[in-house]
Structure formats: C-alpha cells, structure tokens
C-alpha cells in the first residue's frame, strides 16, 4: 500500500484511503514503540531534515525521535541558528538544504501555504508541521488516532473543539479529518474567533461553550494564543477562562465517557481547568506518545513504502 | 505629410455613429476620412476581418519609473501597452521619488516621449509623498501636463485631505482617483475574508473595507462638488452606492479590472496560495464578480483598466503573506475581454469601445476615444477570431506576474496606431 501524494501538506485534499493507510499503519508503529529496543532500520541511509521558522520544541522533537527510531539521518534547522536570520529566502534555504541530498523536509511556518508553495519548488518529499493559521496535519492525524484508539471508530462520534477556531491549524485539520470519517463536528468559542463559513462543511457552529459540548463524545481544547488580545479580538484572558474556557463544570454537560484532548502546550486555568487536565478521561499524554506512532507511519509510507 | 489608409476593417465607434467595412484615410496624426473605397496613402494596410476602433486608454497603470526600474519602466510599459493593444495609459504616482511635483511629472513625460510608444498621461499624487497628509502642489502638477490625482496603492485614510482634495482639484477640472480601502478593516488581509480565506488561514479584507470608503468618498464628493472617480471596483455594495449617489447628481466615475470580473477568491485555493492570484483589492467571492459582470452589463461601470503592476520574480516566488500585491494586465487585458466577456455574451463589442476608449478619455479629460475625421489616429485593431494561449515568456513587459498563464482565448490585439505612426501590425511590434 502506498500514499497517493509524495507530500502530507493538509487533509482537505488527502483522500480517505490516505487517512486510513496512515491511521492503520500507526497501529503497528505503536507496536515498535513498545519494545524494549525501540529501532528499525527501515529507513536505514534515509536523510529527514526539520525546518522551523516558529519554535516548537514539541513537534520537532516528535518528528525526530519518529525519525530516529525509523534509522533515518535528522537534521534539525531551527530559524535563531541559521542563515534563516541572515534574510535568505524560504526558497534558497530549501533548495540548498536539498542540494546536500535530503529527501524530507519537515517544515513548521508562521505563513499559511508556505508548505504547499515549498512542495511546488522542492524534489524532496514536504510534510507540513503547521503552516500559519492553516492546517496542522499530523495533528490532525494523531488526534484521529487517539480518538479511535478509545472509541473504536470515528463515524458518528460527536466531537466539539472549543477554543480560538480562526486561527487554529489544528481545528482545521481536524474539521477536515473528522468529516472525512463521519463525525458530527461542533465548534465553539467567541464569535470574534470562530469564521462563521464553517458552516458550509456542515460543521455546527456555537459561540457559547455549552451547548457544544452537551452531550459531546470527545472534547478537543485549542491552546489560547494570548497575543490574540492585544488585538482586541477578547476582552481579557479572565473573561475567557470565566466564559469560554473548559473546566469540570462545563465538562460535566458531555457524554459520560467523554474524552478530554488538547493539542498543547496547554495555558492551565485558562482555556482548560487544570484539575480535568490531568483526570484519567485526559487522553492528553497518550496523544504525544501517539505524535510519534502517526510520524512513524507516515516517514515510512512516503520514503520506506516502495521497499515494503 | 505622409498618408496611411487602413482598408476594409469592421470600423466601430458608437460615439461617433461608425460601423461597417469601412477604409480609414490618415495624414500626419490625424484622421481625414472614414468612408467607402477611399483612395490614397503612401501605405496601405489591409484589415479585412479585423475590427478598428478608436485606440483604447488604460486609465490605470503603474510604470514603476523613476524608482523601481527592475519592475518596469516607462519606455517597456509602453511597449506592452502598444503590443497590448494599449494607444494611451495613465501612470500612476506611486514611484520613487513620488510624483507629487512637477519636476518627476515632467521626467516620467519626457521618458515616456523618448520611448515613444503609448501615450503616457502621468497622475499626479492626492498628498506630497503619498503620506495622506498634506495636498501635493496640484495647479502646478497639472500644468505640467497630469490628467487626475491619486494615492492609488493606499487610501487616503484622512476624510479631510480627501474633502481638501476634492475641493481644491475641481477647478482644476482633475478627477480624484479614489483607491477605497479602509486601513483599519484591511489590516494586514492578503485576500478576501470569506469562506476560502477562513478554510485557507490567510487573514481576509472584508468586503466592507473597500464599500465603506466609497460610501464616504461619495458623500464628500456630494459635499465638494468634486468630480470622484473610484479606482478597480471590486464589491456589489460600492456599484449599488455609487449608482445610487450619481443618481442624485453626484459626480462620479468607476473602473473595473478583468481580473475582478473573471477570478474569485476560489483562485487562491485552487492554484493553492499562488502569489500570482495576490492583488490590492482582492480578488472577491463569486457573488460580488456576479454583481460586477452586472453592473457591467447594465452600464453602471465607466471603464475596464488594467490596474497593470508589475513585479519582479522574486517579490512573488515568496511566502504568500509576504508576495507584493498586484498582477500584469496589459497584454492580457484585450483577450480576456474579447474571449470572456464579448465572447460569452457579457459585453458587445460598442460597449467595449466605450469602456476602453470613449469614456476613459471623457473622464480624463484628453483627446481621442473617436474615431472620426479630424480625430487623433489612434486606433487599437482586433482580430476576433484569433486564438490565443496566453503565456507569460511572451510579454514584452519586464515582468510576469498574471494569474492567467494558461487561459485560451480567442480574440487579440492586432495592430496598434498611435498618433498615425503603426506601433504594431499584424501583431507584430514596429521596429523602432
Ligand atoms: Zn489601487
């Protein structure tokens, strides 16, 4: 089985069968992750580069253990220490990381597209770690994962993600993941922090908290970007985690099995009560360990598959 | 005086009640008959299947000099504009140093009379240094041979200078030339706010940025007197206003580029963040290019221009929020109009003649837009019939930025008479 792009650059174009390759390809990965020697020397002479241009420690730091335990050479280029800061163009940067023989650049990106621009420049395979406001596709990817792995199937799960839905990459991949497989999305938060278009995927659209988790199977929280206020789009970080932010109480209006996510770094008291944070219906560690699964799989179906 | 006779084209000109296979007789500069079997000419040039009418004026264009030579520059955007099909273009001020005096007014006219292709007539800045804070020396710019004013590339965010500027430039019978955007709803958007923005996380200019400043633009030219003419009309609501103010008497004029009239914000997703589909204002969502392709339709739109901007490669082969806003136009502007509007029933070819020709020199206030004896011989020719694909290794601009690489066509320009001396014929530009 093989991917159908040579890049990961968002899910709104990745077809299902994709989704689902990666998603089940995750599942024997999880395997690899539990042994007492956690290296396969799949992707053994393989060369993975990181590109940063927003820091990261998390995403990164995923990225290269899943490509350390695959065998593959990592790179890492973090914007403070390179040529990046000296004004060469995301092009000449690429290109000449690619002239040194590299065949993936993973790159994080404070513009939306840059990676889809990058892909069409570039020989060597692109994975978007999170382009602007865009998408976040192994996000969206290993939350699939996660909720699968507790709930058995996607279809028809109701999933609210609460929070700053206009700027998340990581609501968009997984609005587009999740109505790929047949969960009913809500979203919710301040209405100057949620595009009412949303609509048009058939995504339930509320600016009040609870009504979109009443009921809810899994409950996703975005991180709050706090210097969302200085430009006036909420009044004040006390008012959000008074109004919109998630805690036991709100938390109680969801299904009772409900599953607690989010994306981190997490902003406690803020956007999530920290008490809840760390309950055992959090899955929020379980999906940093799942980050690297869901990155295994797709290292090896894009630069291991044609050998499997 | 050396004689030209232009036989047997389809000559069109509403304006001056022409239109059929008809000879065209030129001396010097000027037409001396339009008429049947004309005899005459120490040349003679066939036109027969070829539309001839008066030449057509761009009122809006950016010829980058003096400051941004790499871009374009006088004497090659003037050659796009003849082998464009282009007799006369409006430069607009938003050079290096701004033209907001005299002295590069007259700079940028002497360029443009040593190049000697197109007409060029320069625009002089609203404010000195296109700042929106002082009025820039107007009565002298214009006897220096400006035919408006404009800030175009910003708004003039002071309601006071845009009344000042009103007010002070209508005896000088000067249109102001307004780029509507409000800097406080535009922010730093890159494209239109609407659903493709929200699904694609770029940061969106609402439609509202641009309406609410002609609705204020109006209401001053209400106020002044002034004669006001909004630059590239992009949203319903600023044709439903603007229809409504010169209904009361208002004087007012609009322009419309082909890119606003034939792409939507859908362009930048499905050419996935293209920087090529990146212009000031934004290419809308498909129910305002619904609302401009009628107003069109219906006469409420004065002219189609270019808003021609050039930019070098590496301003666009960038990050999509740091890729300059604009696109190329004036040697994609003629086909576009031919194939997608005339030729999909949008326009006819008399009402194209007006929005090109008759009334960007109305509004402008300069000779030509007729094609009649005693008239300037400026003539834009079309082949209607010819196909074409348009590819930018082909312009004759510096640059190459159009969102239209690709589209087949069918309609071109053909020839180019500017002021009786043939520019371009058969397609092919003169020698000079
Ligand atoms: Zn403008």
Request: aromatic share 4%.
């Amino acid at each position: 089985m093989r991917l159908a792009a040579r890049h990961i650059l968002d899910l709104e174009s990745m077809p299902v069968e994709d989704v689902r390759l990666i998603l089940d390809t995750a599942d024997s990965m999880q395997e690899i992750l539990s042994r007492e020697i956690k290296k396969v020397p799949t992707l053994r002479g393989k060369s993975v580069c990181t590109l940063f241009y927003e820091a990261s420690t998390r995403t990164r730091t995923s990225f290269e253990m899943a490509a350390k335990y695959m065998s593959a050479d990592t790179t890492s280029i973090a914007t403070a220490t390179s040529a990046i800061q000296k004004g060469e163009t995301l092009l000449d940067t690429a290109r000449t990381i690619e002239a040194m023989g590299v065949d993936m650049l993973i790159m994080r990106h404070p513009v939306s597209g840059s990676c889809h621009f990058l892909s069409r420049h570039v020989s060597a395979s692109v994975i978007n770690a999170g382009d602007g406001m865009h998408e976040h596709p192994t996000q969206g990817l290993l939350d699939l994962f996660t909720m699968e792995q507790h709930k058995g199937s996607i279809a028809g799960l109701k999933v609210a993600i609460i929070g700053d839905i206009l700027h998340s990459r990581v609501a968009r991949s997984n609005i587009w993941g999740l109505v790929k497989l047949g969960a009913e999305v809500r979203v919710a938060g301040p209405a100057t922090l949620v595009p009412p278009e949303l609509e048009h995927l058939g995504v339930k659209v509320y600016h009040r908290v609870e009504p979109a988790i009443t009921g809810a199977d899994v409950v996703n929280v975005l991180r709050l970007q706090l210097e969302r206020q200085q430009r006036g789009l909420f009044p004040s970080a006390r008012e959000y985690a008074r109004y919109f932010g998630v805690n036991r109480a709100r938390l109680g209006l969801a299904g009772t099995d409900v599953l607690l996510m989010h994306p981190g770094p997490m902003n406690r008291g803020v956007e999530i009560g920290s008490d809840i944070a760390d309950a055992p219906f959090s899955a929020i560690r379980q999906q940093v360990t799942n980050g690297v699964a869901v990155r295994m799989a797709i290292l090896y179906l894009l630069l291991g598959g044609a050998e499997a | 005086m050396s004689q030209l006779l232009i036989k047997g084209g389809h000559v069109l000109d509403p304006a001056a009640g022409v239109d059929g296979i008809l000879d065209v007789l030129v001396a010097g500069e000027r037409v001396v008959a339009v008429g049947e079997n004309l005899d005459g000419g120490d040349r003679v040039l066939e036109a027969r299947g070829k539309l001839v009418l008066p030449g057509f004026i761009d009122m809006h264009v950016h010829l980058r000099e003096p400051g941004f030579e790499y871009k374009e520059d006088v004497a090659s955007g003037g050659r796009a504009a003849v082998r464009g099909g282009f007799t006369a273009i409006c430069c607009m001020p938003n050079t290096q140093p701004v033209m907001d005096n005299r002295t590069v007014v007259e700079f940028v006219r002497g360029q443009a009379a040593r190049a000697g292709w197109a007409r060029v007539y320069p625009v002089g800045a609203i404010s000195k240094g296109l700042k929106g804070e002082e009025l820039a020396e107007i009565a002298d710019m214009r006897s220096a041979g400006i035919v408006g004013l404009s800030d175009d590339g910003k708004p003039v965010a002071s309601t006071e200078l845009m009344r000042l500027a009103l007010q002070y430039a209508a005896p000088f019978d000067l249109p102001v030339i307004s780029h509507a955007e409000d800097p406080t709803l535009s922010q730093d958007g890159v494209m239109h706010r609407g659903r493709v923005s929200s699904l694609l996380g770029l940061k969106g200019v609402p439609a509202e940025a641009e309406s609410v400043m002609v609705a204020r633009d109006l209401l001053l030219a209400g106020l002044t007197g002034g004669s006001l003419h909004i630059a590239h009309v992009s949203t319903a609501q600023s044709v439903e206003l603007i229809a409504f103010y010169r209904s009361r008497g208002v004087r007012v004029t609009c322009e419309v580029t082909p890119h606003h009239l034939l792409l939507s914000d859908q362009a930048v997703r499905d050419t996935w963040y293209d920087t090529c589909t990146k212009v000031n204002p934004p290419l809308r969502s498909p129910d305002h290019v619904d609302a401009l392709r009628r107003a069109l339709r219906e006469g409420l739109i004065d002219a189609i221009v270019t808003d021609h901007a050039p930019h070098h490669q590496d301003e666009k082969l960038v990050e999509y929020d740091y890729a300059q806003f604009g696109m190329v136009g004036l040697e994609t502007a003629v086909s576009l109009v031919a194939g997608e509007l005339v030729g999909k029933g949008v326009l006819d070819w008399p009402q194209v003649v007006a929005l090109m020709s008759t009334h960007p020199a109305r509004i402008l206030g300069v000779e030509g837009g007729r094609l009649e004896a005693g008239g300037l011989a400026d003539f834009t020719v079309i082949d209607p019939g010819q196909k074409v694909t348009v590819d930018p290794k082909d312009f004759v601009s510096k640059s190459r930025n159009t969102p239209f690489a690709g589209w087949q066509l069918t309609g071109a320009p053909w020839g180019t008479v500017v002021g009786g001396q043939v520019m371009m014929w058969e397609g092919t530009l003169t020698a000079r």
